[in-house]
C-alpha cells in the first residue's frame, strides 16, 4: 500500500525485452535499505525489485508484466524518462494523502493546462469506462501522486497542482496530450460494487 505521496524522482536508465519488460530505474533512495522483492510504486504502479546496484549510482531493476503495459503509460517509458517513486507504506508511517494500492486501473490524458496564480490548473480525459468514479473533492492518484479533484464534467475533471507538488514530483515537466497513470479512490470502488450487487 502506498499514499500517493511522493518521494523522490527516478530515471528509467535502460528497458530490455525478456520474456516481460524489464526497467532500471536511478533512484537517489539508498540501495542499501531496500530489500529484493520490496514494492515501489513507480508512477504509481507498484512494481518488484528484482535486482540493485550502486554503479554509477543508486539503481534497482523491476520486470513489468505485458498486463501492467497495456493498463498503464509504460509502453511510453523510454530511457531519460522522470519518474514519481514512493516507497511501500510502513507501520507508523503518517498518511499524508489517501491510501493507493498501486494498481492502475487505467490511463488519462491531459486535455489542457492553465496557470492560476503559482498554481496550475490541470484538465484531464478519463476512459469512460472509469468517470463515475470520480467525484468532486475526491482524492484520485495521478502518476502516483494523490491529488484533491476540483470538478468533473462528464469523463473531464481538473485538479490543481500546486508549486511544491510541481517541484518535488514528475509534474513540472508535464504537458498537454501526455498519458497519464490513474488510480480510483478505494472507497468510491467498493461503493460502486455494493450498489452493483445491491441492485441484483
Given at each position: 500500500?502506498?499514499?500517493?505521496?511522493?518521494?523522490?524522482?527516478?530515471?528509467?536508465?535502460q528497458?530490455?525485452?525478456r520474456?516481460?519488460?524489464?526497467?532500471r530505474?536511478?533512484?537517489?533512495?539508498?540501495?542499501?535499505?531496500?530489500?529484493?522483492?520490496?514494492?515501489?510504486?513507480?508512477?504509481?504502479?507498484?512494481?518488484?525489485?528484482?535486482?540493485?546496484?550502486?554503479?554509477?549510482?543508486?539503481?534497482?531493476?523491476?520486470?513489468?508484466?505485458?498486463?501492467s503495459?497495456?493498463?498503464?503509460?509504460?509502453?511510453?517509458?523510454?530511457?531519460?524518462?522522470?519518474?514519481?517513486?514512493?516507497?511501500?507504506?510502513?507501520?507508523g508511517?503518517?498518511?499524508g494523502?489517501?491510501?493507493?494500492?498501486?494498481?492502475?486501473d487505467?490511463?488519462a490524458?491531459?486535455?489542457?493546462?492553465?496557470?492560476?496564480?503559482?498554481?496550475?490548473?490541470?484538465?484531464?480525459?478519463?476512459?469512460?469506462?472509469l468517470?463515475?468514479f470520480?467525484?468532486?473533492?475526491?482524492?484520485?492518484?495521478?502518476?502516483?501522486?494523490?491529488?484533491?479533484?476540483?470538478?468533473?464534467?462528464?469523463?473531464?475533471?481538473?485538479?490543481?497542482?500546486?508549486?511544491?507538488?510541481?517541484?518535488?514530483?514528475?509534474w513540472?515537466?508535464a504537458?498537454?496530450?501526455?498519458?497519464?497513470n490513474?488510480?480510483?479512490?478505494?472507497?468510491?470502488?467498493?461503493?460502486?460494487?455494493?450498489?452493483?450487487?445491491a441492485?441484483?
Amino acid at each position: 500500500m502506498f499514499t500517493g505521496i511522493v518521494t523522490d524522482i527516478g530515471e528509467v536508465l535502460q528497458l530490455e525485452r525478456r520474456g516481460d519488460l524489464r526497467a532500471r530505474i536511478a533512484t537517489s533512495y539508498p540501495v542499501d535499505g531496500i530489500d529484493i522483492g520490496a514494492s515501489i510504486a513507480c508512477d504509481g504502479v507498484c512494481l518488484t525489485v528484482v535486482a540493485l546496484g550502486r554503479e554509477p549510482r543508486g539503481w534497482f531493476d523491476v520486470d513489468i508484466s505485458a498486463e501492467s503495459v497495456a493498463r498503464t503509460n509504460i509502453g511510453g517509458w523510454a530511457p531519460g524518462r522522470r519518474l514519481n517513486l514512493e516507497r511501500a507504506l510502513r507501520v507508523g508511517d503518517e498518511l499524508g494523502g489517501h491510501i493507493v494500492s498501486g494498481h492502475v486501473d487505467g490511463v488519462a490524458e491531459i486535455v489542457a493546462m492553465k496557470d492560476e496564480g503559482d498554481s496550475t490548473r490541470f484538465t484531464f480525459r478519463a476512459p469512460e469506462a472509469l468517470a463515475g468514479f470520480i467525484a468532486a473533492k475526491g482524492s484520485v492518484a495521478l502518476n502516483g501522486t494523490s491529488l484533491t479533484v476540483n470538478e468533473v464534467s462528464g469523463a473531464t475533471f481538473g485538479v490543481n497542482i500546486i508549486p511544491h507538488t510541481k517541484a518535488v514530483t514528475n509534474w513540472g515537466g508535464a504537458g498537454t496530450g501526455d498519458r497519464v497513470n490513474l488510480e480510483i479512490d478505494t472507497l468510491a470502488r467498493y461503493v460502486a460494487r455494493l450498489q452493483d450487487w445491491a441492485a441484483r
